[in-house]
């Protein structure tokens, strides 16, 4: 396992109702970016509000950074995210096969959903204060189908696909390493070399794929992420970014 990185807080529960919500209660009184893992949440939530499904032994975790910049530039925090699940993946089955980013915010693995990501903020009209990285990866158990979005990806986890046992502790270090490492790179050089070492991860890319939206649906080949992270699709109409969807295919 690689060393903790420097700077970073490491804190342990044994429950909590949303990682995230532990990290806005505590932000306000941290010094430093801070992990905190819980090895069973109450009340855990994905995008839109949706519940999430959190089986024991799986990694539930959440990141609180104080970023600089623009909210804009803060979300872009999801791509090193990303980045860093990757690598921690691949430390800890000793394989890189499988594995691709998923736009804007899931890991896959054997075209099945591993993890996911969502980023919450505080203070964003005064400039965003907190930055909130919350991280889930089904590690030994997959939820239960019934609680799946319809359309939704098969959802798999890393010991059913790869036979990789590992706890979320140990996880937990490895992501750590990756991360605090594309974090210096996205601060020191911006976001394009983040940006292009994601999309040579990326999935599906220069296929056809649907991108949607609460009130609208693109088709079209994906093309690139630009520099702001919008999805590039190349459609009859031609060239759309879109900021923000759910992408199917």
């Avoid at 010094?31 to 839109?48: C, D, N, S, V």
């Avoid at 909210?71 to 990303?82: D, E, G, I, M």
């Avoid at 921690?88 to 591993?114: E, I, M, Q, S």
Wanted: with cysteine.
């Amino acid at each position: 396992m690689r060393k903790w990185p420097d700077g970073y807080g490491r804190r342990i529960l044994a429950e909590v109702d949303s990682t995230l919500s532990e990290a806005a209660r505590i932000a306000p009184d941290l010094a430093g970016p801070e992990w905190i893992l819980a090895r069973h949440q109450t009340a855990a939530r994905g995008r839109r509000g949706r519940a999430w499904a959190n089986p024991e032994g799986n990694l539930a975790c959440t990141l609180v950074l104080r970023p600089e910049g623009t909210p804009a530039q803060a979300a872009l925090r999801s791509f090193v995210a990303s980045l860093a699940l990757f690598d921690a993946c691949v430390v800890v089955t000793g394989r890189a096969t499988g594995f691709a980013l998923k736009w804007p915010n899931d890991v896959l693995l054997n075209g099945g959903k591993l993890a996911g990501i969502l980023l919450e903020s505080a203070g964003v009209d005064r400039g965003t204060s907190h930055l909130f990285v919350g991280i889930g990866v089904n590690l030994s158990e997959v939820p239960p189908r019934e609680q799946l979005e319809e359309g939704a990806l098969r959802p798999v986890s890393l010991l059913s696909e790869t036979g990789a046992s590992v706890s979320p502790e140990d996880f937990l270090d490895e992501l750590a390493a990756a991360f605090a490492q594309y974090e210096q790179q996205f601060v020191t050089y911006g976001f394009e070399s983040i940006r292009n070492a994601w999309l040579a991860r990326a999935a599906k890319l220069g296929e056809v794929i649907a991108a949607r939206t609460a009130t609208s649906e693109t088709t079209g080949t994906f093309e690139t992420v630009d520099g702001d992270g919008n999805l590039v699709l190349n459609t009859a109409k031609g060239r759309v970014c879109i900021p923000a969807a759910d992408v199917y295919f």
